[in-house]
């Protein structure tokens, strides 16, 4: 229903420009009709435009209604700011424009008499005319609001900027249409012959031109990001309602630490190393199609890592790539904060011939990946991600049959190019009746271009089971059939099943001629794509389980994300620009904790498109969605897709101190500022990003 409002509410405000600019062109042109016929004329053919205006208002309530009906949330922007600059100009046109208006268009109807003195006097009346002028401004005030400015509470400020532009314009049009009147009296007007009107028109609309294109030159400078920044330096902090907070002030350390301090163990043998070279290579797709890649160790996806609970892992980044730095970011591993791999924030990007040791023990068990955070829209999408797996301390099951599935759109000039790593085929692999099978599948895409919601994966052949989300386990998971895994960008889902005696199919519903077929060994069946099965809602999935805190619990800190868009530009560049709290990066709010609070978020989305956000270095437990309480098994994520027109509720307890971003991974949103950090008291960084540093994170 929110989709379908907002919609709607936006086509409609360009509507009610569209009607409004003719209705205040006829208006203002009232007094100069060269007959009574033609002055009656206008004057019914403003009144029609009144009737659709009012018609077409009707239509935008209702569509303000369907946006209230999911959450006064989607909707208190339009009811507190928009509709009352809309209503109070209408509102004057309905008491002091249309009664006179009405006069004008019962006069007589003489085919050639020009109209007297006073009936052009009347047809020139500002009250007459002015609120027709002012509704019209008001309306372009309306489509900025609906597509540019985005307001965000507490709207006190918005309802100046936005209602002042009106009031001054009400102001300038009545002084104004008072020197027209006074003209209409002298008959000054009517003296101008064609060619003076045609000169003071194209005087005016060069004005106009001239300060519409300065205007524009001006925002799209203005919006260029500096060439260096610092995420030591906040200008919007939020404290989420708790005790205000410094990064500078001196932490529960007794003084500020570095991101550099807050590293793994440093010393002690390794129980597993790993070298990982960034380099430019050829990868061939199963197809044959040959993509000019970014690799770790001159493939892609890059080797894999495989390590056990409990281990010391060290990985070793070198980057032999002259014109592309590079890092390594452990995606839903909540290493360290010095280990998170984020250029300009916890280290300097590794440039050619340079090289960056991380060092962590694996703590948790689950399906994670590893990809660059330096410039990631380009670089992960070009090859420079892997699969990274730890198992329990003892092994993993006996016997159990482990495949890492890992959709990726590869992109080139003409085409993306769906496929399982680099499987852009239906691929098939013998596996024998009986045998257990874990299926790892890792989202390291964006959404599908062609679709606003998760990333749709389907098993079908053989019930399953969802035993693990973001690498935690689910408890009490239950079989599904045919179920739609709507996997979030940058998410995880562990699924198991037994093997039958016939195939299964695995399948990314965004390519449905493509794939993964698991067969027992001489079985060259093919499964049909069943794509509308059941949707997989991990919110209702699974049983028991504990949950360390609820929708009940008291929270040391409060934060609301309102998730919006608008067209806009951003670092020169006009897009649909995404938003956090009406802002994007680096003028995104920061939110300050303290290490061991209890933290809630509200993240609401109210923008056109979904966002998967990716909180680095914690995860958080999903207390609610759109007001309903989660009641499966705790939901537990670091990778959440927040579709339009949704609210959650997640939760989480502050125990990794550092400097976390948290984004979203659709990368293209994160690389036009949908970025903002979990900052905690007492730390900072020493690195710095921008163009004119090595590091670009996003």
């Known amino acids: 229903m929110f989709e379908i409002g907002e919609n709607l509410d936006g086509i409609l405000a360009g509507v009610l420009f569209l009607i409004w600019l003719p209705a205040a062109i006829f208006a203002t042109r009232l007094a100069w009709r060269p007959s009574r016929r033609a002055l009656r004329r206008s004057a019914r053919a403003l009144s029609r435009l009144l009737i659709a205006a009012l018609v077409v208002l009707v239509i935008k309530c209702v569509a303000i209604g369907l946006m209230l009906s999911v959450d006064w949330i989607f909707a208190d922007n339009r009811v507190i700011v928009q509709m009352p600059l809309l209503l109070l100009p209408m509102l004057a046109v309905a008491v002091w424009s249309v009664p006179r208006l009405r006069a004008l268009a019962r006069t007589e109807p003489a085919d050639v008499e020009a109209p007297d003195a006073a009936v052009r006097a009347a047809a020139a009346d500002p009250v007459l005319v002015v609120p027709f002028q002012v509704t019209a401004v008001a309306t372009v005030v309306g489509v900025y609001f609906a597509y540019i400015s985005r307001p965000v509470p507490s709207y006190v400020d918005d309802v100046l900027t936005h209602g002042l532009p009106i009031v001054f314009a009400a102001v300038l049009l009545w002084i104004w249409q ?14 101008r ?16 031109l001239v300060v519409l294109v300065g205007t524009v030159v001006f925002v799209a400078r203005s919006s260029r990001l500096p060439d260096t920044m610092s995420m030591n330096a906040h200008g919007n902090v939020d404290y989420g309602g708790g005790t205000a907070l410094s990064h500078g002030a001196a932490g529960p350390a007794g003084r500020v630490v570095s991101v550099d301090e807050l590293r793994g163990p440093q010393t002690g043998t390794p129980d597993k190393t790993y070298t990982l070279t960034a380099r430019k290579a050829k990868v061939r797709l199963a197809s044959g199609t040959e993509i ?40 839903g591993l909540d290493v360290p904060n010095g280990e998170d791999g984020v250029a300009g924030a916890t280290q300097d990007a590794v440039a050619m011939g340079g090289s960056h040791t991380y060092r962590f023990v694996a703590e948790q068990v689950g399906t994670f990946w590893y990809h660059t955070h330096q410039n990631p829209l380009e670089a992960v999408r070009r090859g420079l991600f892997g699969a990274l797996i730890v198992e329990p301390a003892a092994g993993p099951p006996a016997g159990e049959r482990d495949v890492v599935v890992m959709p990726h759109e590869w992109r080139t000039p003409d085409e993306n190019i ?36 998760p990333r749709q994966l389907v098993v079908n052949g053989a019930p399953v089971r969802v035993v693990a989300i973001d690498g935690v386990d689910v408890s009490g998971p239950t079989p599904l059939t045919d179920p739609r895994l709507g996997l979030a960008a940058g998410g995880r889902y562990d699924v198991t099943f037994t ?18 077929v698991l067969a027992p060994p001489g079985d060259s069946s093919t499964p049909e794509v069943v794509g509308d099965g059941p949707t997989f809602d991990p919110l209702t999935y699974g049983s028991g389980g504990e949950r360390p805190f609820d929708t009940g619990s008291r929270f040391d800190r409060t934060f609301t994300q309102l998730l919006d868009d608008r067209l806009s530009f951003f670092d020169g560049g006009l897009h649909l620009v995404p938003i956090i709290n009406g802002h994007s990066f680096p ?26 956000m990716h909180l680095h270095g914690h995860h958080a437990l999903v207390l609610s969605r759109n007001g309903v309480a989660a009641t499966g098994s705790p939901w537990w994520i670091d990778s959440l897709d927040i579709i339009p027109g949704e609210v959650y509720e997640i939760a989480f307890r502050t125990d990794n101190p550092g400097m976390w971003m948290d984004h979203c991974h659709n990368l293209d949103h994160a690389a036009n500022g949908m970025v903002m950090h979990l900052m905690y008291e007492g730390v900072s960084t020493p690195y710095q990003l921008g163009r004119g540093t090595p590091n670009q994170p996003e």
């Open 418 to 453: 769906v496929a399982f790593g680099t499987s852009d085929t239906l691929q098939r692999q013998e596996i024998a009746p009986g045998t257990p099978v874990r299926l790892r599948l890792i989202n390291t895409d964006n959404n599908p271009a062609t679709d606003s919601r």
């Open 178 to 191: 008072g020197y027209r009147l006074r003209a209409v009296r002298a008959d000054g007007f009517a003296r």
């Open 292 to 331: 000019e890649a970014l690799t770790y160790n001159g493939q892609s996806p890059g080797p894999e890592i495989r390590v056990r609970q409990g281990e010391l892992v060290e990985v070793t980044l070198r980057n032999e790539m002259p014109d592309e730095n590079v890092t390594i970011h452990w995606h």
């Open 193 to 208: 012959g064609p060619g003076a009107r045609a000169l003071r028109a194209a005087v005016q609309v060069a004005v106009v």
């Open 499 to 516: 093997m039958p005696s016939h195939a299964v199919r695995v399948t990314d519903l965004a390519r449905e001629d493509r794939g993964l």
């Open 587 to 612: 003028d995104t709010p920061t939110l300050m904790v303290r290490e061991g609070e209890l933290v809630k978020v509200k993240i609401v989305n109210r923008s056109h498109q979904n966002h998967p």
